[in-house]
């Protein structure tokens, strides 16, 4: 069994996460499907990525969570999502020490 070693500490992880949005849009023929996230409130946004109708409508139906969606079509940004995660995470606790 793991020992967290953020336990006991009062903090609320959700003022330590990254924004994350992403959306799905079909073109005007609802022929082609995009994707397009943005991380961190940037207002620019990602270039968009070409997905199948059926992604979408997974996505759009809560078939395949936010974060799974991000990894696929999004690996580096998550990436660097990940790493900026584990650093407060790594800060946090030489505070705690």
Do not use: C
Not at 57 to 65: A, E, S, T, V
């Amino acid at each position: 069994m793991a020992i967290d070693p953020l336990a006991g500490l009062d903090i609320d992880v959700q003022h330590f996460d990254i924004p994350r949005i992403v959306s799905v849009y079909p073109d005007r023929a609802g022929v082609r499907w995009w994707t397009k996230a943005w991380f961190n409130n940037r207002e620019e946004g990602e270039p968009s990525v070409e997905i199948t109708r059926q992604a979408a409508f997974l996505f759009l139906h809560d078939r395949i969570d936010k974060d799974g969606w991000l990894e696929e079509h999004f690996p580096k940004q998550m990436e660097v999502y990940h790493r900026a995660i584990e650093q407060t995470r790594e800060q946090l606790i030489s505070m705690k020490n």
